[in-house]
């Protein structure tokens, strides 16, 4: 890493640990100021020993839900890319098809959730194909948005060349629509996460979202709140990296 | 110009439903032709559902529908009321605005066993996620819209010598309709998918409630049927505003809300 | 006339001096910048000068403008959009309350008919061009037949063809309404081919540096743009607007360049 991406790094670390420790002294203070009783809101200190206790269950559960929303992100992107290129040669295939992809486009996970489990059963895979079609659209989106954005003059200059349409593909076209695969993957990212655990309510299968509906239950409050944070740092840190990574990829652009 | 008008979106409604109508006609042949897999039902199959039950999907739409509609209904109050605060003071602006944001980051996963602990099991826990699922669109959008009338609008007011109530009646107000309706026409199905989902979480009523029971008996129809009922109930919300939309935002039909 | 804005402050406006006689039709014209829009406002008591006084027919601008004895027209016409032409023109009548009339007003359709939109009655704005706009604009601002009528380039978004048209019409229409006018503009001929008697004003800081009378008969006719008495005011006002800065720019002993 270069001195100033490093000293980027150190600085949002900072900024994020600083902002940890003003949440964590609010929350205690609020605890403890107004009262509120731990059944309802334990202490930081409480929740964090919990965790320390659970640190077990907390991370093999967290795997799952990452695993499927991995699997999930990953078979998508590969997709939606398959469904791009494709749409990019073939003008009249992408043009039929517009209209089946916009009604498509806001799928929620309440309608897409149980159908997959009546196809997958009560599996991660069904948390998977969840993951896969909520995140499909947006990736797909983009990717036609970058497809469709490369530059003119770079198009001419290797029809010119006398590349074949692959070649234009490879060396021309995919380079300027990775900027907006990462725009597709950091919008898919988090509603990956999201949906990986709604999909675990209903299916019941293993995962945070179930840890978190079943420590509710129990009423083991403790471990239900640090189920929570968890999920909730999960999902910041999908954010933060993918955005990062759009960043990265927007650098050599003007967008 | 109003029947013309209904005369154009019927005929503009008409393909697709013509579509729909044809898909669902070919569902029905694959199905009887054994073509199709196990877990995709005849469309007649659901039909006959509803055919046979039809207390059972109005017990469950009825009930998904008013905790939807009462949490949409605090949201607006809500919403509106610190909407006209954010933009009459301007030091609450960004504070407002950000947390409105911060309520709509924070996923259902972690507000819904949260609020079960807090608020007791019962229909309060959907209300409450439908509220906070459906703040924000309506949120930005009151605000974008009483700033929507811009300086030269205003100017003219102050030349006619208008009063302030005058000006909120004649100026404030009918500028604002537009974004007013975009945001709350984005909030309903919000509203709709947050009490389905937060009916996952717990409740033994509600269309959320019978997809999951009809999932563990393997009813195929049946989780069709509430897939159906979701979908309906989302597009019936959208589908009200849009149309009270239409009549009374009828000198502009293009409004983005900003994020 | 003083404007404070980040550094300097700017002096918009330095002793003017002006004196419009009533039922005449007076321009201002000069620069960007000069500070014509701001003198206009201030009559208009949209603005507060920081010294001196204006008086329109004994009274204060603000007495002028609560008693709606001033109609303006901005630059751009500024039509409520949900309203339709005719409800549009009606704005100010709703404002002052239809049964306490403070003057004695014209109808609106005797306006409609002058400013020549007969049968655009119930057209809403974005169906009008540009041009229709404005005279929907200028029917407005003389509704409540005020004693004083004030315009800020109201033509200047029109191409020239169009330009020319409306000026016509304005002149007969300020004709038959009998107020004295006050244009502000940045053409000399639409200046010279209007008005009575010109003001021409200088920049930073804005002050009237001559002012031509216009000895043309009235009604004015397009061919007058040929005469020589229409050529030699058009000449005095580009001299006291070109010849000033061609002073302050040549140095004593060099050519100036005639244009």
Redesign the interface.
């Known amino acids: 890493m270069s001195q100033e991406t490093r000293k980027l790094v150190v600085k949002q670390l900072m900024q994020v640990g600083f902002g940890l420790a003003v949440f964590v002294a609010i929350w205690q203070l609020a605890v403890i100021g107004l009262g509120i009783p731990k059944y309802l809101v334990p202490l930081p200190l409480d929740v964090a020993k919990a965790i320390q206790l659970h640190w077990l269950v907390l991370a093999s559960q967290a795997g799952f839900t990452l695993s499927a929303a991995g699997l999930g992100l990953a078979t998508s992107t590969v997709l939606a890319t398959a469904v791009a290129i494709s749409f990019s040669m073939n003008r009249s295939l992408a043009q039929a098809s517009l209209p089946v992809v916009l009604v498509f486009r806001s799928t929620p996970v309440a309608a897409v959730a149980p159908i997959m489990m009546l196809i997958f059963g009560r599996g991660i895979s069904t948390s998977m194909a969840v993951v896969t079609i909520v995140s499909f659209f947006p990736i797909l989106v983009n990717l036609m948005r970058g497809l469709a954005s490369g530059d003119r003059n770079t198009a001419e200059l290797l029809h010119v060349y006398g590349a074949s349409r692959w070649q234009q593909l490879r060396l021309a076209r995919i380079p300027f629509a990775l900027p907006y695969l990462f725009t597709g993957l950091r919008v898919a990212g988090s509603s990956a996460i999201l949906g990986a655990m709604l999909s675990e309510w209903i299916t019941g299968s293993k995962g945070l979202g179930n840890l978190i509906l079943e420590s509710g239950e129990m009423r083991e409050t403790e471990l239900l709140w640090a189920a929570v944070l968890l999920s909730v740092a999960i999902a910041l840190v999908v954010f933060w990296t993918t955005s990062a990574g759009e960043k990265r990829m927007l650098r050599w652009t003007n967008r | 110009m109003a029947s013309a008008l209904s005369l154009s979106t019927l005929q503009a409604s008409l393909r ?1 439903l013509a579509t729909g109508v044809i898909l669902l006609a070919v569902m029905e042949a694959a199905k009887r032709a054994n073509v199709l ?1 196990i ?1 995709v039902p005849a469309p007649s199959a659901v039909l006959l559902e509803i055919w046979n039950s039809p207390r059972l999907v109005v017990s469950n739409l009825a009930p998904t529908a008013w905790k939807a509609a009462s949490g949409y209904f605090i949201a607006a109050v809500v919403a509106i009321t610190a909407a006209s605060l954010a933009v009459s003071l301007r030091a609450l602006r960004g504070p407002i605005y950000n947390i409105g944001v911060m309520i709509n980051s ?5 507000t819904a ?2 609020l ?3 608020l007791g099991t019962g229909p309060q826990i959907q209300i409450a996620i439908a509220a906070l699922t459906s703040q924000f669109p309506m949120l930005v959008g009151t605000m974008q819209g009483l700033q929507a009338a811009d300086s ?2 205003r ?2 007011m ?5 009063s302030r109530l ?1 000006t909120l009646r ?2 404030l107000i ?2 604002a ?1 537009p974004y007013l309706f975009a945001g709350f026409k984005i909030a309903a ?1 919000s509203a709709v ?1 947050g009490a ?2 937060a009916e ?3 409740a033994d009523q509600g269309v ?1 409630a019978m ?2 029971y ?2 563990f008996s ?1 009813d ?1 129809a049946k ?2 049927l ?2 159906l009922l ?2 309906l109930l ?1 597009g019936a919300g959208f589908g009200f505003w849009a149309a009270i939309e239409r009549m009374v ?4 039909h293009d409004v983005d809300l900003v994020d | 006339m003083v404007f404070y804005g980040q550094g300097e402050p700017v002096i918009a406006l330095e002793k003017v001096d002006m004196q419009v006689p009533a039922g005449q039709f007076a321009s201002i014209i000069g620069p960007s910048g000069c500070g014509k829009s701001t003198l206009l406002r201030l009559v208009a008591d949209v603005m507060k000068p920081h010294a001196g006084s204006i008086t329109l027919g004994g009274d204060t601008p603000r007495a002028a403008r609560n008693a709606h004895s001033l109609g303006f027209v901005f630059q751009a016409p500024t039509l409520l959009p949900w309203r339709s032409v005719k409800q549009n023109i009606e704005l100010p009548l709703d404002v002052v309350g239809r049964g306490s009339a403070k003057r004695s007003t014209r109808t609106s359709a005797e306006l409609i008919e002058l400013v020549g939109l007969s049968g655009f009655e119930d057209a809403l704005p974005h169906q009008l061009s540009g041009g229709m706009q404005q005279r929907v604009a200028i029917a407005r601002a003389l509704i409540l037949t005020p004693d004083i009528l004030l315009l800020d380039e109201p033509f200047g978004a029109l191409d020239e063809i169009t330009r020319q048209r409306m000026n016509l019409e304005l002149l007969r229409i300020w004709s038959e309404s009998g107020t004295s006018a006050l244009l502000v503009t940045h053409s000399i001929a639409e200046a010279v081919f209007m008005s009575d008697r010109v003001y021409v004003m200088s920049a930073r800081p804005g002050r009237i540096t001559s002012i031509i009378e216009v000895p043309l008969e009235r009604p004015r006719r397009i061919d007058m743009m040929r005469s020589q008495q229409f050529f030699e005011c058009v000449n005095r006002i580009r001299d006291g607007l070109f010849g000033h800065e061609q002073a302050q720019a040549a140095a004593p002993g060099e050519p100036v360049e005639a244009y």
């Open positions: 697709p897999p877990f924070v996923p259902i996963i972690a066993p949260l079960a602990l807090w030269r609008q100017e003219l102050h030349v006619l010598s208008a005058q004649y100026l009918p500028s309709l199905p998918l389905i989902t996952w979480a717990g959320g997809m999951l009809a999932l393997y195929t989780v069709w509430s897939v979701t979908c989302a935002v009828y000198w502009r």
